[in-house]
Nanobody, 120 residues
């Protein structure tokens, strides 16, 4: 069993900064990748940023230059530093990870989501 625990959401004004964190725990053999997605009501969940075990990083065009994903391998934790926040960044942010629980078994796991609201 694997759990992803997110923290760091909140309410802030446009232009502000916020850092989200997500820690994976449980039966972890190896983490392949960790990522952040976001979702607003009536829309599909979209990728915000991802990082694989080799250090490869991808960002959605809408957040490039403003958001930074980083990872602590020792702590099985991924961070999302969000700067210059805009009202359109308002969403529920979900942590995602692809994790091997044994040499052969892997699966995708999701956190419970954390609300980020950007409003004046």
């Amino acid at each position: 069993q694997v759990q992803l625990a997110e923290s760091g959401g909140g309410l802030l004004q446009p232009g502000g900064s916020l850092e989200l964190s997500c820690t994976a725990s449980g039966n972890i053999f190896r983490i392949i990748s960790m990522a952040w997605y976001r979702q607003t009501p009536g829309k599909e969940r979209e990728l915000v940023a991802s990082m694989n075990s080799g250090g490869g990083i991808n960002y959605a065009d809408s957040v490039k230059g403003r958001f930074t994903i980083s990872r602590s391998n020792a702590e099985n934790t991924v961070y999302l530093q969000m700067n210059s926040l805009k009202p359109e960044d308002t969403a529920v942010y979900y942590c995602n990870a692809y994790i091997y629980t044994s040499v052969r078994d892997f699966d995708a796991y999701w956190g419970q989501g954390t609300q980020v609201t950007v409003s004046s």
